[in-house]
């Protein structure tokens, strides 16, 4: 049974700073690329940052592009989001998946608050 269990979130100031992790269980880790991805209030959930499984290449919403960073340990089978700069609208619940996302591996999320 795959397992992705997202952590790290909280309520911080805008301007701040969090990182988010996420372990996986169940499946091959280096088999798979890796995502995060958010669903604000009211929206529809969205693609965050994405890596690839060996060589580890990056990709980023515009939205976040210079403020976040995607990183994996395939050894702690973990992916993590380094988030700088947070501003209200990054807002949301914030979820890990492969990349494409596998609509069966969604976990609970992790909320992160930013007040302004």
């Known amino acids: 049974q795959v397992q992705l269990v997202e952590s790290g979130g909280g309520l911080v100031q805008a301007g701040g700073s969090l990182r988010l992790s996420c372990v996986a269980s169940?499946?091959?880790?280096?088999?798979?690329?890796m995502g995060w991805f958010r669903r604000a209030p009211g929206k529809e959930r969205e693609f965050v940052a994405a890596?690839?499984?060996?060589?580890?290449?990056?990709s980023y919403a515009d939205s976040v592009k210079g403020r976040f960073t995607i990183s994996r340990d395939n050894a702690k089978s973990t992916v993590y989001l380094q988030m700088n700069s947070l501003q209200p609208e990054d807002t949301a619940v914030y979820y890990c998946?492969?990349?494409?996302?596998?609509?069966?591996?969604w976990g609970q999320g992790t909320q992160v608050t930013v007040s302004s």
């Open positions: 998946n492969t990349n494409p996302p596998i609509t069966a591996y």
């Open positions: 890596i690839t499984r060996i060589d580890r290449s990056t």
């Open positions: 169940g499946l091959t880790f280096t088999g798979y690329h």
